[in-house]
């Protein structure tokens, strides 16, 4: 597989890295080019699991790109041409995905024309649906979001996990409190990482800024998700939520949803099944569609 190693700006100025792919195949899917985001930690060239989808759009003849967002691997200093700005999943601001995003959509709309379709893994599809909420000129044609998490302050108080959760959030509330925000925790609910303790009361604190379902009904656009059958058993990020979209379905219409049975978070060995299920949702929800042009 060949990928075109490229670029971009956001408009905040931050520089962006991804990975461009060109198809040889006709194009059958009513998209100029598709966008595809990492979760939590990651990066364009790491996840299997983009990788696939991504070799599937372009064998659907849609050029795709894997791009970053500032928040790829757990600690970046890359990003803005001065530099000393401390990035990653450690610093990250949620919130700026909205600039990432933007970036890499006008790229793609400059480039190959306006029907996008995007896409994102775990933070990275909340981070799609968030900035098409949020940020004006984000207007996707359809969007894939593969098992985002409910980042519930009040989700997670009421788990299984919520002492550990508790713990966590109040040591890192005091660290914010006392003017330690950047200083680095290590953490494990809701998974296991280092973050700054700033970065923590950000993500998951009680205004629940970032719980999805809190604004899905600003998302108006197609969208597909996708969950693996472990993940909804094993992490309160995602106990329910299947359930809590299915009833939605009834006055956001856009709105679709599959599961993998006895799938992980990364589907392993579940890819092809991810990727199947993907595959059939686009077909079938874009089957009447003009591949050569016009809305989808």
């Known amino acids: 597989m060949f990928v075109d190693l490229i670029s971009i700006t956001a408009p905040d100025g931050c520089v962006l890295h991804g990975a461009l792919q060109r198809p040889s195949a006709e194009r059958t899917l009513p998209f100029d080019a598709a966008c595809l985001i990492h979760g939590t930690g990651s990066n364009f060239y790491s996840s299997s699991l983009l990788e696939t989808i991504a070799q599937g759009l372009v064998d659907r003849g849609v050029p795709t790109v894997r791009g970053n967002t500032r928040g790829h691997d757990g600690?970046?200093?890359?990003?803005?041409?001065?530099?000393?700005?401390?990035?990653?999943?450690a610093f990250e601001v949620v919130d700026d995905c909205r600039h990432d995003l933007k970036g890499w959509f006008e790229f793609l709309k400059q480039t190959f024309g306006p029907r996008i379709l995007l896409g994102g893994h775990s933070l990275g599809a909340v981070k799609c649906l968030y900035a098409t909420a949020h940020e004006s000129g984000i207007e996707p044609s359809a969007i894939l979001a593969i098992s985002p998490p409910m980042l519930s302050y009040e989700k997670f108080c009421a788990s299984d996990l919520k002492d550990d959760f508790i713990e966590t959030y109040r040591r890192a509330e005091e660290l914010?409190?006392?003017?330690?925000?950047?200083?680095?925790?290590?953490?494990?609910?809701?998974?296991p990482m280092v973050i700054s303790a700033a970065g923590y009361v950000e993500k998951y604190g009680p205004d629940e800024r970032y719980a999805f379902l809190n604004f899905l009904r600003l998302v108006r656009t197609p969208t597909f998700f996708l969950y693996g059958g472990n993940e909804i058993r094993a992490n309160p990020a995602f106990k329910g939520v299947p359930q809590a979209i299915e009833e939605r379905q009834t006055k956001q219409t856009n709105l679709e949803f599959a599961i993998v049975p006895e799938a992980d978070h990364f589907y392993s060995g579940k890819r092809g099944d991810a990727w199947a299920a993907i595959d059939a949702w686009l077909t079938s929800r874009f089957k009447t569609a003009d591949v050569s042009g016009g809305t989808p």
Request: charged fraction near 15%; glycine fraction near 20%; proline fraction near 6%.
């Open 75 to 89: 600690i970046s200093h890359s990003g803005f041409p001065r530099g000393g700005v401390r990035l990653g999943a």
């Open 176 to 191: 914010v409190a006392a003017g330690q925000g950047h200083t680095l925790i290590e953490v494990r609910m809701p998974l």
